[in-house]
């Protein structure tokens, strides 16, 4: 069976993405911690992190990286942080969100947040994307 994740990146299910490659997708979550909250998830329909292929997390925390470099210039804050819980859908995804303090790794701060405004912070973010390099991979995820 599907998950929400897989029917977003088959395109059954709309998504605002920011990076796409063979191995992962970068996508908006509708309830983010904070404008520019992304999740990195693999293609692959894995439950849990550590049966992921080693060599396809390894791409993902590389992209995670990258996403968070590229959140720190779009949204102006010192760093980002990275979270994997995934109780909530059982597809493997990495959080990766802005953040200028530790607060931003309170999940119960997050909300759904307006269509808008959830397309916005996604602009930003491709945009700085884009400056730093990864135009391809920005496009290739619209």
């Not at 908006?28 to 550590?50: D, L, Q, Y």
């Not at 010192?78 to 303090?101: D, N, Y």
């Not at 602009?123 to 135009?135: S, V």
Request: hydrophobic residues 55%; negative net charge.
């Amino acid at each position: 069976m599907s998950t929400i994740f897989s029917k977003i990146i088959a395109g059954d299910i709309p998504g605002q993405f920011v990076w796409a490659d063979d191995v992962c997708v970068v996508m908006a979550t509708i309830e983010p911690v904070r404008p520019g909250h992304v999740m990195v998830v693999p293609r692959a329909e894995v439950a849990k992190f550590n049966d992921v292929d080693p060599a396809d997390f390894a791409h993902m925390m590389q992209v995670a990286q990258i996403v968070a470099s590229a959140q720190e210039k779009a949204f102006s804050v010192p760093r980002a942080v990275v979270a994997i819980l995934g109780f909530e859908v059982p597809h493997t995804h990495v959080h990766v969100i802005p953040a200028e303090s530790e607060d931003a790794a309170r999940f119960s701060d997050a909300v759904a947040a307006p269509a808008e405004e959830i397309a916005s912070a996604m602009d930003k973010l491709r945009a700085a994307l884009a400056e730093a390099g990864y135009a391809e991979q920005v496009e290739a995820a619209r």
